[in-house]
């Protein structure tokens, strides 16, 4: 017998086109119903609870009762990072195959990976981070820098609190249209809600996207600069989107 969890069942189990369909629907990091969960599948509601009890009973999935209605999520952001790391994997096996359609230019520049930011701008913040020593990548992984403390509480966000939470702090996630990584963890998250609460970019209604105003993504990039902190005071840059 091979030594280590076996990880057949959980393959298998993601490997169903049905449950495959409900888990990527469940990226969006928003609750969704049964039913709702049916239709994007494409089976019946007998076959989607059929489905979801096998998602819940490995514990890829979880429930939420609200009255009459029962609302499925995913587990966790490690689950969330387990699929994106594999839809990373099907576009490499997939070649450079260009995806259609009117959306799919707004999802590949900016969208949310569960509760983060993902697709182009993803990507290109994280890596303006490394650049200007916000972050440090080193062996054991990655890591937040003084000067990355100093940005982040100047920008809105406590880095003691989310370093104190049960979560994993700040890591990369590898991003499945870049196939290059973004920033995941509590200090993801924390950034991407700082970013819609000052009114720099909302999620667009029933999708991933995730809209950038053009003045918020121009005081992105300003406080991004390369310098040791903030150009421009987030609590002093909110607008208006």
């Known amino acids: 017998m091979s030594e280590g969890p076996n990880i057949v069942r959980v393959a298998a189990?993601?490997?169903?086109?049905?449950?495959?369909?409900?888990?990527?629907?469940?990226?969006?990091?928003?609750?969704?119903?049964?039913?709702?969960?049916a239709n994007t599948a494409g089976v019946t509601?007998?076959?989607?609870?059929?489905?979801?009890?096998?998602?819940?009973?490995?514990?890829?999935?979880?429930?939420?009762?609200?009255?009459r209605h029962?609302?499925?999520?995913?587990?966790?952001?490690?689950?969330?990072?387990l699929l994106e790391s594999l839809m990373g994997l099907a576009c490499r096996s997939e070649g450079n195959r260009l995806f259609t359609g009117p959306r799919d230019p707004a999802l590949r520049k900016a969208r949310i990976?569960?509760?983060?930011?993902?697709?182009?701008?993803?990507?290109?913040?994280?890596?303006?981070?490394?650049?200007?020593?916000?972050?440090?990548?080193?062996p054991g992984g990655l890591q937040l820098t003084e000067e990355g403390r100093v940005w982040f509480n100047q920008f809105?966000?406590?880095?003691?609190?989310?370093?104190?939470?049960?979560?994993s702090f700040c890591r990369e996630c590898l991003d499945w249209s870049e196939r290059r990584h973004h920033l995941a963890g509590a200090l993801g998250s924390a950034l991407l809600t700082r970013i819609q609460a000052i009114g720099w970019a909302k999620?667009?209604?029933?999708?991933?996207?995730?809209?950038?105003?053009?003045?918020?993504?121009?005081?992105?990039w300003a406080m991004l600069a390369p310098q040791s902190a903030p150009s421009v005071s987030a609590r002093q840059a909110a607008v208006t989107f």
């Open 13 to 37: 189990l993601i490997g169903d086109n049905a449950r495959a369909e409900v888990l990527s629907a469940l990226m969006s990091g928003r609750a969704l119903t049964a039913t709702e969960l």
């Open 45 to 67: 509601k007998q076959t989607i609870s059929f489905h979801l009890g096998k998602l819940l009973d490995a514990g890829l999935i979880r429930v939420e009762q609200q009255g």
């Open 70 to 81: 029962r609302y499925f999520r995913l587990a966790g952001p490690d689950i969330a990072h």
């Open 113 to 138: 990976c569960y509760d983060h930011l993902a697709g182009e701008l993803g990507v290109s913040v994280y890596e303006r981070m490394l650049r200007t020593n916000i972050l440090h990548q080193h």
């Open 156 to 167: 809105g966000i406590d880095t003691d609190a989310l370093a104190a939470s049960k979560r």
């Open 203 to 220: 999620r667009e209604k029933n999708s991933r996207v995730i809209v950038f105003s053009a003045q918020g993504e121009k005081l992105l």
